[in-house]
């Protein structure tokens, strides 16, 4: 067995993370709670929509942008997988950089609207409104403080190490070796 550490690099300008994760519960959103289906992205990501990257859902502290390539993202057996490349030399980034470095913020979150058919509601056993997301219409992904979400993720990470975990993860689709965890200190 192999295992590798990946440190979070407070001079990297990419953020890599989870926007959403699958199957994971939402915090209570006023009488409900939410869950998202895998592949809820899927249509709205083939679709080419040019989504943004925000700081606390404003529109005002754009991150990146899919257009420009500044933002990548992917649905995978996870989640919403998110890269965001910080702009260089602006104020707001640098400050999120710093509390990212610092664990303050560690989190993110989405912006959608959800098409007709596109959600189900059902009360559950244990009393609580459920509502499940099959599809969704992606508008934004933020990188915020207080999520909807808690199961959601960002850090900072390096070229070298990005590539290193996408190696490790390419030889372990392989069965060449055991991947236990990414340690993120």
């Known amino acids: 067995m192999e295992k590798r550490i990946a440190t979070v690099s407070p001079d990297s300008n990419r953020l890599v993370g989870y926007a959403a994760v ?26 080419g929509v040019d989504v943004r990257a925000l700081f606390d859902h404003s529109t005002d502290k754009v991150l990146g942008r899919v257009s420009n390539g500044t933002l990548r993202l992917a649905s995978d057996k996870t989640g919403l997988r998110v890269e965001i490349d910080l702009p ?67 850090a900072l990470r390096s070229m070298a190490e990005d590539f290193q975990r996408r190696r490790f993860d390419w030889i372990k689709r392989r069965g060449f070796i055991e991947w236990r965890a990414l340690v993120v200190n």
Do not use: C
Not at 23 to 47: H, K, N, T, V, Y
Not at 108 to 115: A, D
Not at 143 to 153: F, H, R
């Open 88 to 154: 260089e030399g602006v104020s707001y980034a640098n400050d999120l950089r710093k509390l990212i470095a610092r664990g303050d913020v560690n989190q993110m979150s989405f912006g959608f609207m959800v098409p007709p058919g596109g959600d189900s509601w059902e009360r559950r056993a244990d009393g609580v409104n459920l509502r499940t997301l099959h599809q969704i219409d992606l508008h934004e992904v933020s990188v915020v403080s207080i999520p909807a979400y808690p199961d959601t993720s960002i």
């Open 22 to 47: 699958y199957g994971a519960l939402s915090e209570d959103l006023g009488g409900f709670r939410e869950q998202i289906r895998a592949g809820a992205f899927d249509a709205s990501l083939a679709a």
